[in-house]
C-alpha cells in the first residue's frame, strides 16, 4: 500500500533498464518500495540493473517485457499481478529513434510509434484494469515535452509522445473516483542513455531530478507534472508561437 | 429501570463518503475512502448493513479482496479503508438497546456515536467512561481502536468499561465475547481485523451535571509543563496539556495545562441548577474546503499559537465549561479536516514510558527545530497500560501533532522522530498512522505476534483486511 505521502511499496517499472526508471526506484527503495519488478527484454543490463537495487535491500524480479510484442502484455503482466498487489506502475520504455534516418526508412519509423505509443496503451490499459481491480495504485507515465508541439527535428518521437500523453491524460480521466491515480510526467531533454552524443537542449535535466518530481507528484497525487517546473511556462508560451515563427526557433 | 431510545446521527458528521447501499444490493460501484486525514485514498464497496442479519449476510458474501468494518472514518490514516474491496458502514447499526440507569450499564449497537449516547445517557446523571477529542466516534470504533481520553491516568482506556461484546466472526458466526479472553484481547485495540463488533454493552460513569469544573495553568517550557503533570494529575480525572510546538529557545513546550472534574450540583450557579443535565452543543458551519495555503504555513500557525498561549489564563480555578467546549472544541466545526486541502494531513502520535523524559524532549526539539507548522499539539501521562495485545497506551508520556501532509521532506522527519520512539521502547498509535515503517511494528508492538497467529487461526482466508494491515502486515 502507499502511504500517506504516496510512497509505494511494490513497484513494477515498464523498461527495467531505464535510467530515469531505475533513479526513480532507487529513491522510492530508499523510502518504503521493498518489493520491485523489472520488466524489460532480457539482457545483462537488465541483469544488472536488478542487481544494482538488490543492494540497495529491495527484493527485485525481472520479467521479460517487449514493448513491440502486445499480444504477450497480457499474459506476463498479469502473472506480476497475480503475485500481489502493486503499488505503482512506472512506464518508462521508449526509444528516440533517428529522425533523419526514420523519415527515409518508414518501417523505422513505425517501430518508433509502436513501442512508444502502441506498446503503451496495450500495457497501460492491461495495468489500468489490474491497479482498477486493486482498488489502489499510480500509473506513472513517462512522456516528454516533445509531445507539446510538432518539432521538425523529432517528429516521429514527438507524435509518439503525443499520442502516448493523450491517451495517459484520458485514462487518467477514465480511473478518476476508482483510488487509482495517473500521472503524466514531461520531462525536457534528460542526460540520459537516450540522448547521449547530442546537443544539450535549454533547460536539460537529470534522471535523478524526474526521479524527484515524481515522488512529489506522487506525494500530490498530481496529474501531470512539468520537469524542471519551468517547463510548464514555457510551453504554455511555445504552444502561442504562430507557425511560420515556431519553424525559424532553434528548439 | 430500562429504556428503548431510537437511533439518531446528525447528517453532518456521518461517513464522508457519499454514496452507500444497503446490503443486499450488489449493482453499486467502488467509491473512494479516505480517513480524517484524507490521505492515500482506495476504493471500495461500501455496504451499509441494516441489521446484525444484513452484516452476517455481507461478511458471508464478502468477495477475495475481504471487508473491514468503518464506524464515522474518525482514525486518521487507512485502517478502515479496504481497496478493491469491501468496507461495512457500521453507522445505521445504531441502535441504543437497553440503559440500566441504576447501575450504570448501556448496550447498545457498535455503530453508535459517543454523541448520541452523551444525548441520551446525560439526561439521565450518565456519562460515557472515556470520551476521545471527538465525540463523533462509534462505539465498535472505540473498542477496535481501543481509544484513551484525558482521564486514562484515572480509569485506562475504553475497553476497560466494556462488560462484553458481541462479535462478528470470519466464520459468519456472531460470538459474545467478555474481558479477561483471548478474543477480547485481541478485539480491542484490534483495528478491526478479529471481526465485527455488532454491539457492546458499556459500564457508564455517574455524573451530577453536564458541566465541567475546569482549572487552567501555563507553563513556561517543557520541563515545567511534565512537573505539573506529574505532580497534579493525581487530583483530577480529566487532565491534558496543550503545547505550542512552534516556540523555540527557552519557550520550547510552552503549554496550557486544563484540567478538570464533573462539575458538583453544588458547584453551579442557581439558574442552571434547574436544569444540570442539559446537553446541547453548538455548531459553526462547516469549514471550507478551501483555504489559502499560507494559512497554514508556519509564520500564520505561528501567530495562532501565541495568541491562544496569551489568551490562556496564567492560573484560574473552578471555570465551568460545557462539556462540548472542555472534550470536544474541534467538533464545534464539522469537518474541519478539510483546512489542509488536498495534500491532507498527518497526526503523528506516540508514547514513551515514564523514565524516557529524554526521548520526549528530544521529539519535541527537533519539531520546534524544523518549525512543522502543527497547530497546538497535546501532552498527556497515561496511567497503566492496558490488556488488548496492540492497545496503544503504556505508562508515561503521549504527545500527538498534526501536519500538513504536504510539507516536504515529512516522511523522512517522521521516520526519524519513529526511530527516537522505539529505541526509547515507545510506539505509534495506529488509529493515527498512515505513514509507519512496517519493520518498526514488532519492535513497537511485542503483541504482534499473538495477534498474527490468532488471526490466522480465527481467519484463515484473511476476510477481514484493511489498508493499515495490507500496509503494515499486521
Ligand atoms: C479530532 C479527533 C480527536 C481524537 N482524539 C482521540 C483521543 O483523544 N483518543 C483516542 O484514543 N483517539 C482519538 N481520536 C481517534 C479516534 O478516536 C479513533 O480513530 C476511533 O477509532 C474512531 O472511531 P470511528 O467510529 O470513527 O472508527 P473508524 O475511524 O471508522 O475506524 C477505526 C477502526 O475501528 C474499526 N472499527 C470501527 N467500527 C468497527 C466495528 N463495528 N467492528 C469492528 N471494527 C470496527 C475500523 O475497522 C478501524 O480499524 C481522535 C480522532 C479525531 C478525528
Ligand atoms: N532522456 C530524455 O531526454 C527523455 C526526455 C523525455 C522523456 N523521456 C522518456 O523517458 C523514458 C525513459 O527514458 P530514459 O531517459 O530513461 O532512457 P533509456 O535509459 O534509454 O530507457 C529507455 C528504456 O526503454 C526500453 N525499451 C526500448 N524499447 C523497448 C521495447 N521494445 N520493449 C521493452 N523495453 C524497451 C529500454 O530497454 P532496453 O534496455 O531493452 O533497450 C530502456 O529500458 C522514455 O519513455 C523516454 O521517451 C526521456
Known sequence: ??????????????????????????????????????????????????????????????????ALDPSGHEELLGKVFAEGDVDMVLLAFGVLGDQAHDEARPLAAVR??????????????ICAGALQAQGHGSLVVLSSVAGERARRANFIYGSSKA????????????????????????????????????????????????????????????????????????????????????????? | MSVECAPATPAEHTTPTAPTTPAGRDDHLPVPVTGWGRTAPSAALLVRPRTPEEAVAAVRRCGGRGTIARGLGRAYGDAAQNAGGA?????SLDRIRTIDAEDGVVVCDAGVSLHRLMEVLLPLGW???????????????????????????????????????????????????????????????????????????????????????????????????????????????????????????????????????????????????????????????????????GLLGRPSVSVFNELWYRRAPRARRGRLQSIPAFFHPLDGVPHWNRVYGRDGFVQYQFVVGHGQEEALREVVRRVARRGCPSFLAVLKRFGEGDPGWLSFPLRGWTLALDVPAGLPGLGTFLDGLDEVVADAGGRVYLAKDSRLRPELLTVMYPGLDRFRALRARLDPRGVFVSDLARRLSL
Open chain 2, 127 to 293: 456519562f460515557v467512561p472515556v470520551t476521545p477529542g471527538t465525540r463523533y466516534v462509534t462505539v465498535g470504533g472505540a473498542v477496535c481502536a481501543d481509544i484513551h481520553g484525558k482521564n486514562h491516568h484515572v480509569s485506562g482506556s475504553f475497553s476497560r468499561h466494556v462488560l462484553s461484546l458481541t462479535l462478528l466472526t470470519a466464520d459468519g458466526e456472531v460470538r459474545t465475547v467478555t474481558p479477561g479472553t483471548e478474543l477480547f484481547d485481541a478485539t480491542t485495540g484490534g483495528m478491526g481485523l478479529t471481526g465485527v463488533v455488532l454491539s457492546a454493552a458499556l459500564r457508564l460513569h455517574p455524573v451530577q451535571t453536564s458541566l465541567m469544573a475546569v482549572d487552567t495553568e501555563r507553563a513556561a517550557d517543557l520541563d515545567d509543563l511534565m512537573a505539573r503533570l506529574t505532580t497534579g494529575d493525581d487530583r483530577y480525572r480529566y487532565s491534558v496539556a496543550w503545547i505550542d510546538l512552534l516556540a523555540r529557545g527557552a519557550a520550547t513546550g510552552r503549554a496550557v495545562l486544563s484540567r478538570g472534574e464533573h462539575a458538583p450540583l453544588d458547584a453551579l450557579p442557581a439558574r442552571a441548577r434547574r436544569r444540570p443535565l442539559e446537553f446541547r452543543p453548538r455548531q459553526l458551519p462547516s469549514a471550507p474546503g478551501l483555504i489559502p495555503g
Open chain 2, 87 to 91: 468496507v461495512l458502514d457500521m453507522t
Open chain 1, 112 to 125: 518508433v510509434a509502436q513501442t512508444n505509443y502502441t506498446g503503451a496503451v496495450s500495457s497501460g490499459l
Open chain 1, 1 to 66: 500500500m502507499k502511504d500517506a505521502f504516496g510512497t509505494p511499496q511494490t513497484l513494477l517499472v515498464l523498461g527495467g533498464t531505464s535510467e530515469i526508471g531505475l533513479a526513480t526506484a532507487r529513491r522510492l527503495v530508499a523510502r518504503r518500495a521493498r518489493t520491485v519488478w523489472l520488466a524489460g527484454r532480457p539482457s545483462p543490463a537488465l541483469d544488472s540493473a536488478a542487481a544494482g537495487l538488490r543492494g540497495l535491500g529491495a527484493d527485485v524480479r525481472t520479467v521479460p517485457f517487449d
Open chain 1, 163 to 251: 499520442g502516448l500523453d493523450t491517451f495517459a491524460q484520458g485514462l487518467g480521466d477514465a480511473l478518476h473516483g476508482t483510488g487509482v491515480h495517473v500521472m503524466v510526467v514531461r520531462p525536457g531533454s534528460v542526460r540520459s542513455r537516450m540522448t547521449a552524443g547530442m546537443v544539450e537542449a535549454p533547460l536539460a535535466t537529470t534522471p535523478d531530478q524526474v526521479a524527484r518530481a515524481i515522488e512529489k507528484g506522487l506525494r500530490r497525487r498530481s496529474e501531470t507534472v512539468w520537469v524542471p517546473g519551468a517547463l510548464r511556462v514555457v510551453m504554455s508560451a511555445l504552444r502561442h508561437v504562430p507557425r511560420p515563427l515556431f519553424r525559424r526557433l532553434p528548439v
